[in-house]
Structures are given as C-alpha cells and as structure tokens.
C-alpha cells in the first residue's frame, strides 16, 4: 500500500498554552489578545497550525481542563469577539486553529454538573457517573485520581460518589448515555462551523469506562492502570466512529487524540485509515522513560535506546497505515531541553539537536512554546511559586506520608509540569515582557539571557535553526513526511542516527546525544554522503572513510548521492 497524503501530514504544530503565553492588559494571565500580537511572529518562525490549550470558560482548577461552558471564551482570556479576530488572523496568515477538546470530563461548575448533584432523578443525573458506597460503607470502587487521592468523591446531597479521575473539580461525564455523546457532537459542530481546523482530543482514550466499576489490582504500576483501567475501553471505538460520522468526518480537519494508554499494538484500531477514527495520537512511549514505579516524581535513569525505541516501536508498528504526533515535551512535561539534552553548556547545541529531532522523524512534529528559543525547567526554591493542582496535591500527600520535602521539591525541579507553564521570554524587560502587571505564576529568572528578542537578534541562534529547519522540511517533504524510517545502529548509546527514504531518495541524520566528541561509523563511504543541514556552523570536520567525527550535541542531515 502507498503512503496516502495528506495536508496534516505535512504539517507542523505549534502548541500554545494561552495562560503563559502573552499577556496583552497587564493583568498578569496570558490572553487571546496577546496570541493575536504574536501571529506574525509565528508565522515567520513557519509553522502551520497552532494548537490552543483550552480557551473555553473555566474556574481554572486544571488551568482550562476543567471546563464549565463550552459556548464561551474564558473570561480571562478575552471574549468571543477576540476570539473571531484571532480566527481571522490565523487564517489570514495561511495557518490553521486547532482547539482543545476536553468532553472526558467537564467542570464541576458546568451547568451539566450542577444540575447533576441536585437530586437522583434530575435530568441530567446521568450525565456522569454516581455510585452509592459498597455494602461494608467504603468508596464505589479502589481507582485513584490521577492528580492525587481516589477517583471518588462523596455528595452528601444524594448520599452517593461521583467519578473523576482527575481532580474531583473535573468529573468524568457519562459517554453510555447518548444524551451525553449527542451534546459532544454539538460542541464539536459548532466550533467547526466556526471555522476552526480540528482538534487535539484530551485523555480520549477514557471515554468508555470498564463498567461495572471492579477494583484494579492496587500493586499495578501508572503505566500499566492507564492502559489496562482507564483507557481502550469495551465501547471506545464505537464512541470514536460515532463521533466522527456527526462531526468532524464531514469536514476537512484534522484530529489528534492525546494517546495515553494508546500501545502500539493497538495504535492501529485509533489511527489505521480504515478505522474513520482519528487520524493520529501524541503517544507516551518516550514520555514514560523517566517515570519509575511510584510515578513520575520517583525518577529513573533512562538511556538513548530507550528513546529510540519509543520512536522506532511506533513506526514499526503503525507503518504506512497510519500516523503519529512527534513531540518531546508539551504543557504536561519537562523541558526538553533540561530533560533530553543539555540546558547548560551545550544548550544551543543541543537545542538545536532536537529540533533536528522532532523535525526528521515520521511523523507530524508539535513544537511546545518556548522551545525555538530555548526555554529550560525552573528550579522555584519553594512551594509557594507552584501552581499547578497536580505538583501541589502530591506535595500535600507526600507531606502527609513524612517524606523527606526537600527531594520532593528537587523532583519537581524535573518533572513538574511548571517547568513548562512559566511565561514565554519575550525580553529581557521585567518578567521576561510577558506581562507588564504581576504575572499569575513567575517567569524563569534565567530570561535576561534566554529570550526571543536575544535570538531573535542572533543569527546563529536557536531560533534562526528553527526557522531554517521549518523551511528545509518543507523544502523536503517527500522523503522528510512521506519516507520510510529506518533506525542505524540501534543499540548506539551515544548517537542516535536515521535513514529517511523514498523513491530512491534517501537521507541520513546523525545525532550526536552526548558532550564530548564521538567517532561514529555509518553504513556509508563518506564520498557517498553529501553534507545537507547541521547544527554547527562553518565548515563541517571530521569525515574520514565510513567515520563521522562528530563535535559534542552535533546533529548532521546527509543526503546519499552514490
Ligand atoms: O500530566 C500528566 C502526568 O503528570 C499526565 O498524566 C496527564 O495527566 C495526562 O496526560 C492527561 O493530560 C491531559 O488531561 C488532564 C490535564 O491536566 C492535562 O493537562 C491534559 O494534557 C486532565 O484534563
Ligand atoms: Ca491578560
């Protein structure tokens, strides 16, 4: 079977998280306004869609995942009006819009919830999912939340639980009743009539509870709930193609669903182009590598091949029957800078080495705010410069248990999801220029020397390579979206290095994952090599017979000219 194109295939994402991303009234929360200031910006940096973390009304228990009306921008954020011109403008510029959808689970403040809670045969009553208490009193069933404490919560109104995975702010809606679905598609419809380009799909996998709610085997690990528990339920699939047919299959957008719990042994049934499900997943296989058993903030050493594999499992298992999402890091992740290369003496270089990355790869890349000019983690030295509810939930449990709080703050240090949640470092003026009032959480005090309107001044910078690669991977789209994958020397530690080819054209990239100097072999005499795009400036050292000479974080693109 061919490769099928597709305009989303060839395109590059660009992830913004509107709280911290540009503030443009000086109340210190990043707004619709200031996204619209900055569309020139992104579009000389080149990307083609950006992607709005949620923008809809929201008491902001989860930053916007919480959401209590879908109808209406959040009034931190501006307003419909705002909105509209936004839409405009991304268009104008020839990109696209893509919006969050969060319909796993709503806000507590929905009006859905509100009337929920109010009496056991309210209409909207089984709009979510409410449990009486197990005969010996204890909660429905042992699911934990994923941001802390059980998935249960008690309503003393009607004596019963209610589910939420994640905070108890954010219960779970019912997708068994087909109330609940035919609202979905409401929603869905109305942002599409809209004009907006489709829609990265939050914790989508959840949506089909394993009913009748039995007790998971508390020794399993995160990873192992997620996928076994929580996602792939028994009538997930059915859910997908129903929504699909009322909603976005008849319009041209794309889909991304947020595939946690998605494996690839059943990536297939969400993205293969049969299904008329999705057409690809942010998968977690690389994200997971760090996360020891008692979850991410036990860290663990993780090697090269491990995030070789992550990348290499996918693309064997989906082939060319279906898409992923290639991305190190988003608003729920470290840097990746701070957590794949190194945000120190080699920052430029390594920066610049994984955008290589993301941008080489099959797959559609997603590019995080704050990446193209090099944001790191921040090291806050203390509790009350955190904001986010998860980061704060484990501390308080972990205080509870009497651990040790200062390796739980260093442990947040790399793994918090604040490290990528401070404001985008436009300047070196008061806190990074994202705002000129008192920013809702701080900027990273490194902003004096890492900031956009610094690189935007240096040609050598990160962002300039930015630009350039955006530019190369369009100028190669054949071989660099629609080529075949082939990992060289897998179980290298040092050097991660790939075959992209197609139709007789083939390239080759050489990373060069560590800070000293490394002699690598490819599968080539170096005359058949010709020298595209690199990292280091100047001319390029080193080749001698089938051995690269690389220079630390080096990244080299060759195309095979024999
Ligand atoms: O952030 C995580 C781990 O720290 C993830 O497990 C995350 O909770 C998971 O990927 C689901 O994320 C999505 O849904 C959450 C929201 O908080 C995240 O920001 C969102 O990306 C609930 O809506
Ligand atoms: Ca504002």
Redesign the pocket.
Known sequence: MAITKKWWKEAVIYQIYPRSFNDSNGDGIGDLRGIIEKLDYLKDLGVDVLWL?PIYQSPND??G??ISDYYNIMTDFGNMDDFNEMLEGIHQRGMKLLM?L?V??SSDEHQWFTESRKSKDNPYRDYYYWRPAKADGSKPNNWKS??GGDAWEYDEKTDEYYLH???KK?PDLNWENPKVRQEVYKIIRYWLDKGVDGFRM??IPFISKRLPFEDVNASRT?NDV?INTYANGPRLHEFLQEMVCESVGNYDVMTVG?G?GVTPENGLLYVGEDRNELNMVFH?EH?LIDHGKG??FDIVDFELTDLKQGFTVWDEALGEKGWVNVYLD????PRMVSRFGNDGKYHRESAKLLATLILTLRGTPCIYQGSEIGMTNVAFPSIEDYRD??TLNFYEEAKERGEDMNAFLKAVHI?G?DNVRTPVQWSDEPHAGFTTGTPWIKANPNYPKINAKAVLADENSIWHYYQEMLQFRKKHIDVLVYGDYEVIDEPNQKVYAYRRSIEGKTMVVVLNFTSKHVAFEVPYKVETLRFLKGNYKGKIEGEEGSILDLRPWEARIYLVVS
């Open positions: 973390s989860d930053n995942y919480d969050d969060v796993n689970h994923f941001f995975l994640f905070t954010q939050d914790v995160f997620a947020e946690i977690f994200m979850g991410k988003n608003h729920d992740f509810v998860e793994q999801r």
